[in-house]
Structures are given as structure tokens and as C-alpha cells.
């Protein structure tokens, strides 16, 4: 069973072939195919059909094993008590001759075999055809020898002669009920994936002419300016243009936090609009999205392959002729022991059906689907098994400072208010002296309409205050040194020491020089210095307990950043990290990191931006603290879709977590056949007289992959957590 293991995209021209064709075509080629959906992922439509389609199988087929099975047993044991009730269920049945009900048996069999088990044989068929063996070659071999005995017994009949067609049709549909219940463990594996294809709406308010149409998603167009109502979703990453509102993106980025969103800010498809109708203008659309460049790597992901899983895929292919050779073994030697053909080849059956190496085959790739699922719900996307896999195996662990432990933009820290005249009103009438909150609304009034960092730090410091201001008036942008203004009757100006030169303001003397990291902003009211406004690149909040978390689970932490030392060195302090190197440009970062890896270490680099590239792609593990807009440049084998330092141990904790079910479901699966495969020979007869009947072990191989699925599904639950940290 390799439902979750093996996946494959196809592109292509649609002036070329059609779409049924194409599926014909793969199909005819001994493959499955399906067309995606708008509505949700090709991964789960194919894990839904495939629960429906085996289920049903399963059913019928089991249903039709215990019928052949109570039909059977007037036919080896004579009639009994339970026979007799069910003659008066089953008259004419029970009342065939016994070649007749065995020739009833055979049609029923093959009947059911054809219909039910096709894919199976197929499956084995094509890999010998191959030269190679899978986990369908055993049961297609064992039921196949099960169905042609009874066969023969049915046309040649003779005493001692025992059919087994219910053997044939219970262990057909154990195992269909295996595929059933793999294939509903994917579909929920895959709940995170399809939620995320659902969320972008099918619909958009596009206005054209001033006149508002809602139109079909596929007619909007970059550049189109679309409405967006309270409790709506939006359709396309976009820029607003109108009004002011929050939005939901937990669905993208695992964060809960509502996110304001003003004229100039960036909206992506699939976030939920809380509380404001805007209008916006469309960027990206379609595959485009950020939306759909998340749903693709998750599902890539999730197809892909992890190194433990390859192991477990050298180990199949000896284990399958290893098993073979045991079946034969066993038949030989019950048939030299015993001198009976049925005894001999029940065994070789029973051996060959609980050696079904479904539980190994999906030991891997099973706790592999759930991770990346779960990780997607996190805001963590792994872009396969193998960087999954490298996550989990760390030694050291590199931050960048700006935009990974630091939130990447100066935030306003302090306003000083300088000595001022009065305020002069237009009438010539002086008020009091201005307040900070005066000079605070004056400036974010007059910054409003700058794109600098510095002016959306003084406006976001005001709104937090509370602040309310009327606009500015004849604001003009000065690159690279500031701004002037006419904000309530004054002339205001906002920038640098040069720009004071340039206005020849004298700047105030004797004030205490701005501190390590620390930018200053200064102010002027009617060519009077009025106020200085410090702001510096603040500490995320959680990255202290971010960094404390990674040294709890035995990590070397260290910062490389390309500020000075004495930028770097408080923001190392408050975040607990001893261990920094200043002052380096990308191939400095590069060639620490190289030297750490030559040391013995298993490293990981965790990074936000173009500069960090280099490095990610050298470390062992790169982390890439993703926004959206850098989502698919970004060169980790880890997206971040939280920009917050609390997400790395997440990411590290899911990658160990399920390393860990990976090694529990190997070793539950060697386990399993280390103990099934003796008993299906008949190791206990000698003792206790005790065989396993081919049913029963076909019930013991869907057990083994219930157990694999169960143990992989606790992934979809995970959180970091003491208890659930593991351990190093």
C-alpha cells in the first residue's frame, strides 16, 4: 500500500491535448490520474476517491469471505449446530450437493476477485514484469496459490481436498480495508492542505467606471481595483488603496493575532477581512498567490521522499524475495513433516500474507504526510522529507539579528520635547507651550504620507497613543534627508542633521549623543527646533524565550550580524545569546559557517533576507523567516511563515517529533514481522498446536498498518510542549 508515498504533477498544453485524454493516456499506462479541483488539493480529491472506492471493495469482499466461510464448513467439518440455523436462512444453499456449492464458491470467488483485487494484481504483475517486487507481490502470490488450490479442488474433487476461497476473499479484503483506512489517514493528513485551497472565494468585487460587478475570479486582472467586504475573504494578494480595517491571515501564518491594515498595506488571498470595507488594487493572482505558492509546497512536500523512507525502501526489496524463500521453505518442510498438501500450503499462505510489508511501506511517508500538514497549520513549511529529516539532527544553530531576532524596522522609543515660544495662532494670539502629544500628532500628521521607516515608526508610536490628527497640508518629500509640512498653521519640518544644514536650523548643543542602534528624527516648527525622536530596531518579543527554548534542547546559539559591535551587542544580551560576530557582510556569515561544519557541527541558519541566501544553501538546515512577499525567493529548506523567533523550536520540535514516529512505526513494523512471520510458519505447533489460518493472518497485516496510521495521526495533534519535546 503506497497511497502516500508516490505522487507526480503533470503540465500541460491545453492547445496541445485535452485534459480527459491526457488522463486516459496516464491511465492506459498502468497509473492512476485525476484533475485538481478549484475547491481543494488533487492530494486530497485522490485520497477521498481512493477511501470511497476501497471501502466499498473492502465491505462487499469481506461480506463475501464470511459468507464462503459459513458455506464452507458443512464442507470440512460436516454440519453443525451453526449450520443447521443457517439452513433455514440458506435452504436452497445448504441444500446443493457439495460439488455444487464448491462450484457456487469458485463463481462467487473469482467474481469477487476480478472486481476487488484487479489493482492488486496488476500492481504485482507490472513490478515482476520489472524484475522487482512490492507489497502487493506477496498477497497477489499468496492468494493467487490460495484461489488455484481451491480451484483445483473444486474440479477434481477428492477426500482431504479443502477449498479456501474464504481465506482468498477474507485477506482481500483485509487488506482493501487497509488501503481504506490509509487512504482515510491521508485525507485528514491532507485537511490542512485542502482547507488552505479553499480559502480563496470563487468571486470578486471588481470596479470599473466607478460601477461595482461581482465577477468570476479568472476576469480579474493585475492592476483591476476590487471592494472587499467586513467577513469576506480576499481574493488576491493586493495592495489597499481605500479605508482601513484588520485582517485574520492565521490561516496562512499560524498567527491568531489580528493584523491592522491601512492604505498602502499588503493583503494576501485567503485572509478574512474583520471589520472595514476596502478597496484595494490587485497584484498577484491565481498560481501567483502567496496562497498558492504555499498550497503547492506543502503538497511537493508531502510527495516527497526522506532518506529514512528510501532506507525502508532498500529494506523491501530484500525483504520480499527473503520472504519468499521462507514461504518455500515452510511448504517444503510441513509437506515433509506432515505429507499433507493442504496443511503445507495453508502455512505458505499464512506466511506469505502476514509478511506484507504494508506497515514498513508506510512507516515513513505516513508520519511524513501528517508533519507536513500539521507544519502547514503552524506557519511552518518543510520543503520536503530530507530537510525534515536534517532538522531534526542540529548541533548549532546561527541568527541573523536584523529582521530575525529584531523586528527588521526602527520603532519609536522616546520624544524629547525641546524648548519652545508659545504656540502662535494665524490671528497672532499665543496659546501655551506645546505638549509631546501636540509635537507627536503634528509630526505623524505631517508623515502620514511618507513611505520612510522611520515616519511609519512616528505614526505607528502616535496611534498607539491614541492620537487623532487632521491631514497635512503641501507636504513635500525631500529623498534623503525628510520632509516639510503645513500642519495646523505652522510650517513643520522632519528629517536629519543635514536637512537642518540645508534649512540652516541650528541644531540645539550640549544633548546627549544617540546610543548603540539608536536613529534620531528631528523636528522644527516655523524653523525652530522643536522636538528629537529616538527610535532603534526593537528585540522581537519572544526571542529571548525563543533562544532559552533552543538551549534547553542542548543547541550552541550563535548571532552573525553585519551591524557593528556595538549595535549587536545589546540586542545579543537581551535575547541571552554569548556568542556574537559583528560587523560581517554575506561571505563572512558564509565562511563562519563553514568553519562551525568543519569543526563537526551540524549547523542551522536562521535568516530573513537576500544577503542570508548564501548561508542558507551552505548550512545543514537553512530556516528562512518568510513574509510573503519574499516567500518564493527565499532559499531555506524551512519557510517561516511567522516572522517570529518563537517558530524555530516549533519547527525543530515537529521535525524531532516525527523523526521519532518514523524510527516507533520501523520499529513496530520489523517487530511485527520479526513475531508474524515464525508464527505464520507454524513455530508454536510443536508446543501448543497452534497454527494461524491465512484469514487471520491477513487480520494481523491490517492490524500492523492500523497501528502505523494511529501512531502517525497522533502528528496531527502536536504542539511544543515540555512534555511532548523529545528529548536529545
Same mark, same amino acid.
Given at each position: 500500500?503506497?497511497?502516500?508515498?508516490?505522487?507526480?504533477?503533470?503540465?500541460?498544453?491545453?492547445?496541445?491535448?485535452?485534459? !480527459?485524454?491526457?488522463?486516459?493516456?496516464?491511465?492506459?499506462?498502468?497509473? !492512476?490520474?485525476?484533475?485538481?479541483?478549484? +475547491?481543494?488539493?488533487?492530494?486530497?480529491?485522490?485520497?477521498? !476517491?481512493?477511501?470511497?472506492?476501497?471501502?466499498?471493495?473492502?465491505?462487499?469482499?469481506?461480506?463475501?469471505?464470511?459468507?464462503?466461510?459459513?458455506?464452507?464448513?458443512?464442507?470440512?467439518?460436516?454440519?453443525?449446530?451453526?449450520?443447521?440455523?443457517?439452513?433455514?436462512?440458506?435452504?436452497?444453499?445448504?441444500? #446443493?450437493?457439495?460439488?455444487?456449492?464448491?462450484? =457456487?464458491?469458485?463463481?462467487?470467488?473469482?467474481?469477487?476477485?476480478?472486481?476487488?483485487?484487479?489493482?492488486?494484481?496488476?500492481?504485482?504483475?507490472?513490478?515482476?514484469?520489472?524484475?522487482?517486487?512490492?507489497?502487493?507481490?506477496?498477497?497477489?502470490?499468496?492468494?493467487?496459490?490460495?484461489?488455484?488450490?481451491?480451484?483445483?479442488?473444486?474440479?477434481?474433487?477428492?477426500?482431504?481436498?479443502?477449498?479456501? =476461497?474464504?481465506?482468498?476473499?477474507?485477506?482481500?479484503?483485509?487488506?482493501?480495508?487497509?488501503?481504506?483506512?490509509?487512504?482515510?489517514?491521508?485525507?485528514?493528513?491532507?485537511?490542512?492542505?485542502?482547507?488552505?485551497?479553499? *480559502?480563496?472565494?470563487?468571486?470578486?468585487?471588481?470596479?470599473?467606471?466607478?460601477?461595482?460587478?461581482?465577477?468570476?475570479?479568472?476576469?480579474?486582472?493585475?492592476?483591476?481595483?476590487?471592494?472587499?467586504?467586513?467577513?469576506?475573504?480576499?481574493?488576491?494578494?493586493?495592495?489597499?488603496?481605500?479605508?482601513?480595517?484588520?485582517?485574520?491571515?492565521?490561516?496562512?501564518?499560524?498567527?491568531?493575532?489580528?493584523?491592522?491594515?491601512?492604505?498602502?498595506?499588503?493583503?494576501?488571498?485567503?485572509?478574512?477581512?474583520?471589520?472595514?470595507?476596502?478597496?484595494?488594487?490587485?497584484?498577484?493572482?491565481?498560481?501567483?498567490?502567496?496562497?498558492?505558492?504555499?498550497?503547492? &509546497?506543502?503538497?511537493?512536500?508531502?510527495? /516527497?521522499?526522506?532518506?529514512?523512507?528510501?532506507?525502508?525502501?532498500?529494506? @523491501?526489496?530484500? =525483504?520480499?524475495?527473503?520472504?519468499?524463500?521462507?514461504?518455500?521453505?515452510?511448504?517444503?518442510?510441513?509437506?515433509?513433516?506432515?505429507?499433507?498438501?493442504?496443511?503445507?500450503?495453508?502455512?505458505?499462505?499464512?506466511?506469505?500474507?502476514?509478511?506484507?510489508?504494508?506497515?514498513?511501506?508506510?512507516?515513513?511517508?505516513?508520519?511524513?504526510?501528517?508533519?507536513?500538514?500539521?507544519?502547514?497549520?503552524?506557519?511552518?513549511?518543510?520543503?520536503?522529507?530530507?530537510?525534515?529529516?536534517?532538522?531534526?539532527?542540529?548541533?548549532?544553530?546561527?541568527?541573523?539579528?536584523?529582521?530575525?531576532?529584531?523586528?527588521?524596522?526602527?520603532?519609536?522609543?522616546?520624544?524629547?520635547?525641546?524648548? #519652545?515660544?508659545?504656540?502662535?495662532?494665524?490671528?497672532?494670539?499665543?496659546?501655551?507651550?506645546?505638549?509631546?502629544?501636540?509635537?507627536?500628532?503634528?509630526?505623524?500628521?505631517?508623515?502620514?504620507?511618507?513611505?520612510?521607516?522611520?515616519?511609519?515608526?512616528?505614526? !505607528?508610536?502616535? $496611534?498607539?497613543?491614541?492620537?487623532?490628527?487632521?491631514?497635512?497640508?503641501?507636504?513635500?518629500?525631500?529623498?534623503?534627508?525628510?520632509?516639510?509640512?503645513?500642519?495646523?498653521?505652522?510650517?513643520?519640518? *522632519?528629517?536629519?542633521?543635514?536637512?537642518?544644514?540645508? =534649512?540652516?536650523?541650528?541644531?540645539?548643543?550640549?544633548?546627549?549623543?544617540?546610543?548603540?542602534?539608536?536613529?534620531?528624527?528631528?523636528?522644527? *516648527?516655523?524653523?525652530?527646533?522643536?522636538?528629537?525622536?529616538?527610535?532603534?530596531?526593537?528585540?522581537?518579543?519572544?526571542?529571548?524565550?525563543?533562544?532559552?527554548?533552543?538551549?534547553? +534542547?542542548?543547541? $550552541?546559539? *550563535?548571532?552573525?550580524?553585519?551591524?557593528?559591535?556595538?549595535?549587536?551587542?545589546?540586542?545579543?544580551?537581551?535575547?541571552?545569546?554569548?556568542?556574537?560576530?559583528?560587523?560581517?557582510?554575506?561571505?563572512?556569515?558564509?565562511?563562519?559557517?563553514?568553519?562551525?561544519?568543519? +569543526?563537526?557541527?551540524?549547523?542551522?541558519?536562521?535568516?530573513?533576507?537576500?544577503?542570508?541566501?548564501?548561508?542558507?544553501?551552505?548550512?545543514?538546515?537553512?530556516?528562512? &523567516?518568510?513574509?510573503?512577499?519574499?516567500?518564493?525567493? +527565499?532559499?531555506?529548506?524551512?519557510?517561516?511563515?511567522?516572522?517570529?523567533?518563537?517558530?524555530?523550536?516549533?519547527?525543530?520540535? #515537529?521535525?524531532?517529533?516525527?523523526?521519532?514516529?518514523?524510527?516507533?512505526?520501523?520499529?513496530?513494523?520489523?517487530?511485527?514481522?520479526? #513475531?508474524?512471520?515464525?508464527?505464520?510458519?507454524?513455530?508454536?505447533?510443536?508446543?501448543?498446536?497452534?497454527?494461524?489460518?491465512?484469514?487471520?493472518?491477513?487480520?494481523?497485516?491490517?492490524? /500492523?498498518?492500523?497501528?502505523?496510521?494511529?501512531? /502517525?495521526?497522533?502528528?496531527?495533534?502536536?504542539?511544543? /510542549?515540555? @512534555?511532548?519535546?523529545?528529548?536529545?
Amino acid at each position: 500500500m503506497d497511497l502516500m508515498a508516490h505522487r507526480a504533477s503533470v503540465v500541460f498544453d491545453p492547445a496541445v491535448a485535452a485534459p !480527459d485524454a491526457l488522463v486516459e493516456a496516464i491511465r492506459g499506462a498502468g497509473y !492512476d490520474a485525476v484533475l485538481p479541483r478549484a +475547491e481543494e488539493s488533487a492530494a486530497g480529491t485522490q485520497a477521498r !476517491d481512493d477511501e470511497a472506492e476501497s471501502a466499498r471493495k473492502a465491505w462487499v469482499t469481506i461480506v463475501a469471505g464470511a459468507l464462503a466461510m459459513l458455506l464452507a464448513m458443512p464442507l470440512e467439518n460436516g454440519m453443525g449446530a451453526l449450520d443447521r440455523g443457517l439452513m433455514q436462512l440458506l435452504p436452497r444453499l445448504y441444500a #446443493l450437493p457439495a460439488g455444487s456449492l464448491r462450484w =457456487f464458491l469458485l463463481v462467487l470467488t473469482a467474481m469477487v476477485v476480478v472486481w476487488a483485487g484487479r489493482g492488486i494484481y496488476l500492481s504485482a504483475i507490472r513490478a515482476l514484469r520489472h524484475g522487482a517486487t512490492n507489497m502487493n507481490t506477496l498477497v497477489g502470490l499468496g492468494t493467487a496459490v490460495a484461489f488455484a488450490y481451491s480451484a483445483y479442488a473444486t474440479l477434481w474433487p477428492a477426500r482431504g481436498r479443502q477449498v479456501y =476461497f474464504d481465506a482468498v476473499l477474507l485477506i482481500l479484503g483485509f487488506l482493501l480495508l487497509g488501503k481504506a483506512l490509509e487512504a482515510r489517514a491521508k485525507r485528514r493528513a491532507l485537511s490542512a492542505l485542502d482547507s488552505l485551497s479553499r *480559502l480563496r472565494p470563487v468571486t470578486a468585487r471588481r470596479i470599473v467606471d466607478g460601477v461595482q460587478t461581482v465577477v468570476p475570479l479568472e476576469e480579474v486582472r493585475p492592476g483591476d481595483s476590487i471592494v472587499v467586504l467586513p467577513g469576506e475573504r480576499f481574493p488576491v494578494d493586493a495592495e489597499i488603496l481605500e479605508g482601513r480595517t484588520t485582517v485574520d491571515e492565521s490561516m496562512l501564518t499560524g498567527e491568531a493575532t489580528p493584523l491592522a491594515r491601512e492604505p498602502g498595506g499588503r493583503v494576501l488571498a485567503g485572509s478574512l477581512n474583520y471589520d472595514g470595507a476596502v478597496v484595494c488594487r490587485a497584484q498577484s493572482l491565481g498560481e501567483a498567490t502567496v496562497l498558492a505558492q504555499i498550497t503547492r &509546497m506543502v503538497e511537493q512536500a508531502q510527495g /516527497s521522499r526522506a532518506p529514512m523512507e528510501r532506507l525502508a525502501d532498500r529494506a @523491501s526489496t530484500i =525483504f520480499v524475495p527473503t520472504v519468499l524463500g521462507l514461504a518455500a521453505i515452510t511448504f517444503v518442510a510441513w509437506l515433509l513433516v506432515s505429507h499433507s498438501l493442504q496443511l503445507a500450503l495453508a502455512n505458505t499462505v499464512a506466511v506469505l500474507v502476514i509478511a506484507c510489508p504494508c506497515a514498513m511501506g508506510l512507516a515513513v511517508p505516513a508520519a511524513l504526510t501528517v508533519a507536513v500538514g500539521r507544519g502547514a497549520q503552524l506557519g511552518v513549511l518543510f520543503k520536503g522529507g530530507e530537510a525534515l529529516e536534517r532538522l531534526a539532527h542540529l548541533d548549532a544553530i546561527v541568527l541573523d539579528k536584523t529582521g530575525t531576532l529584531t523586528v527588521g524596522r526602527p520603532l519609536l522609543e522616546t520624544v524629547h520635547v525641546l524648548a #519652545l515660544p508659545p504656540f502662535r495662532q494665524e490671528d497672532g494670539e499665543r496659546t501655551g507651550h506645546p505638549t509631546e502629544e501636540d509635537l507627536l500628532r503634528m509630526a505623524a500628521a505631517a508623515e502620514e504620507r511618507s513611505n520612510h521607516p522611520l515616519a511609519h515608526a512616528v505614526v !505607528d508610536f502616535a $496611534r498607539a497613543r491614541g492620537l487623532a490628527w487632521q491631514p497635512a497640508e503641501e507636504v513635500q518629500i525631500l529623498p534623503g534627508r525628510g520632509l516639510t509640512a503645513r500642519v495646523e498653521g505652522h510650517d513643520c519640518l *522632519l528629517g536629519n542633521e543635514a536637512l537642518f544644514q540645508e =534649512f540652516f536650523i541650528p541644531l540645539p548643543k550640549d544633548l546627549p549623543p544617540p546610543g548603540p542602534g539608536v536613529t534620531r528624527l528631528w523636528m522644527a *516648527l516655523d524653523n525652530t527646533p522643536a522636538a528629537y525622536f529616538d527610535a532603534r530596531d526593537a528585540l522581537r518579543p519572544d526571542a529571548a524565550e525563543a533562544v532559552a527554548a533552543l538551549r534547553r +534542547e542542548g543547541l $550552541r546559539v *550563535l548571532m552573525l550580524t553585519g551591524d557593528s559591535e556595538a549595535a549587536a551587542a545589546p540586542i545579543a544580551r537581551q535575547a541571552g545569546i554569548t556568542e556574537v560576530e559583528a560587523g560581517l557582510d554575506p561571505a563572512g556569515k558564509l565562511a563562519r559557517i563553514r568553519a562551525l561544519q568543519k +569543526e563537526g557541527l551540524r549547523v542551522a541558519m536562521v535568516g530573513d533576507g537576500i544577503n542570508d541566501a548564501a548561508s542558507l544553501a551552505q548550512a545543514n538546515a537553512g530556516i528562512a &523567516m518568510g513574509s510573503g512577499a519574499d516567500l518564493a525567493q +527565499e532559499a531555506g529548506d524551512v519557510l517561516l511563515l511567522r516572522t517570529q523567533p518563537s517558530a524555530i523550536p516549533a519547527a525543530l520540535g #515537529l521535525a524531532q517529533s516525527t523523526l521519532r514516529v518514523m524510527r516507533q512505526n520501523l520499529g513496530w513494523a520489523v517487530g511485527y514481522n520479526l #513475531l508474524g512471520i515464525p508464527l505464520a510458519a507454524g513455530l508454536l505447533y510443536p508446543f501448543f498446536h497452534l497454527l494461524l489460518t491465512p484469514w487471520v493472518a491477513a487480520a494481523a497485516m491490517a492490524l /500492523s498498518s492500523v497501528c502505523v496510521l494511529t501512531n /502517525s495521526l497522533r502528528l496531527r495533534r502536536w504542539k511544543l /510542549s515540555p @512534555s511532548e519535546a523529545p528529548a536529545r
